[in-house]
C-alpha cells in the first residue's frame, strides 16, 4: 500500500528566510510519481511538479527548488527567499501510475506561514 | 481559459439526505476525478471517471456514486448522508496522455448537520 508522511503540521518563518518541507512516502513499485501541490485559502490545489522515479535529479523553478532521495525515500520541498504570497498548505502526492489511470496518495499537508 | 469549475461552493444538508455535486473540467480534458478532504487531511481518492465509465475506486462506500456525460462534465451523488461526510469535495481533471498533472477545482465545501 502507498502511503505519504509528510511530519511537519505546521511551519511558521519570517519572510526572506528558506524553509524545507519535508515529504517521505511508501510504495512497492519500481515506478511511481511524485507531486507537490500547494492549497491556496481558496481551496483549489495548484500543480507545482511531477517527478517519476527514474529521475533522481532535483530541479529548481524559481525560488523552487526539489530533492528526490530515493535511498532514503523522500522527495523535499525548499523554498529560497519565502514571500508571504508563499503561505499555503502544502501537499505531497505519490501515484504508483502516471499514465491514464492515475490517482494520488496524499500526505496531511504541511501549513506554511510567512509573516512579514 | 476556465480551469475546473465546480457547483455549489457550499452547501448545508441534514443527515439522511442526498446530495449531487457537480463538476466541468478544464477545456479539451477528458478524464475526472473526484477527492474528498476532511478537514485538516490531505484529499482522498474517491473515483475516476473517463469516457463516460468508472475506471478506478477509492475505499469509499456505495453510498457515493458518480456520473461522467459525452461532454466530459460529472457529477458525484452521495446518500444517506453522514455527519462525517462533511468535507471539501474536489474535482479534478486531466487530458489522457497529454496532461502532467491534474487540475483541480476550488471544490464544493459540504456540511452535513
Known amino acids: 500500500a502507498q502511503k505519504v508522511t509528510q511530519a511537519q503540521t505546521e511551519i511558521s518563518v519570517v519572510e526572506k528566510e528558506d524553509v524545507t518541507l519535508d515529504c517521505v512516502y511508501e510504495t512497492r513499485d519500481t515506478t511511481y510519481y511524485l507531486f507537490w501541490y500547494k492549497q491556496p485559502p481558496s481551496g483549489e490545489l495548484v500543480f507545482l511538479i511531477r517527478r517519476n522515479s527514474f529521475d533522481e535529479q532535483n530541479e529548481i523553478s524559481g525560488r523552487y527548488s526539489w530533492n528526490f532521495q530515493k535511498s532514503t525515500s523522500s522527495f523535499n520541498f525548499t523554498i529560497t527567499a519565502s514571500q508571504v504570497v508563499d503561505s499555503a498548505v502544502y501537499f505531497c502526492?505519490?501515484?504508483?501510475?502516471?499514465?491514464?489511470?492515475?490517482?494520488?496518495?496524499f500526505g496531511k499537508g504541511t501549513l506554511l506561514t510567512v509573516n512579514p | 481559459d476556465a480551469g475546473v469549475t465546480q457547483s455549489p461552493t457550499h452547501l448545508i444538508k441534514t443527515r439522511g439526505q442526498q446530495v449531487t455535486l457537480r463538476c466541468s473540467p478544464k477545456?479539451?480534458?477528458?478524464?475526472v476525478s473526484w477527492y474528498q478532504q476532511a478537514l485538516g487531511q490531505g484529499p482522498q481518492f474517491i473515483f475516476q471517471y473517463y469516457e463516460e465509465e468508472e475506471r478506478q475506486r477509492g475505499n469509499f462506500p456505495d453510498r457515493f456514486s458518480g456520473h461522467q456525460f459525452p461532454n466530459y462534465s460529472s457529477e458525484l451523488n452521495v446518500n444517506a448522508l453522514l455527519l462525517g461526510d462533511s468535507a471539501l469535495y474536489l474535482c479534478a481533471s486531466w487530458e489522457t496522455g497529454v496532461s502532467y498533472g491534474y487540475t483541480f477545482g476550488s471544490g464544493t465545501r459540504l456540511t452535513v448537520v
Open positions: 502526492a505519490l501515484s504508483e501510475d502516471g499514465g491514464s489511470n492515475y490517482k494520488l496518495t
Open positions: 477545456s479539451g480534458h477528458d478524464t
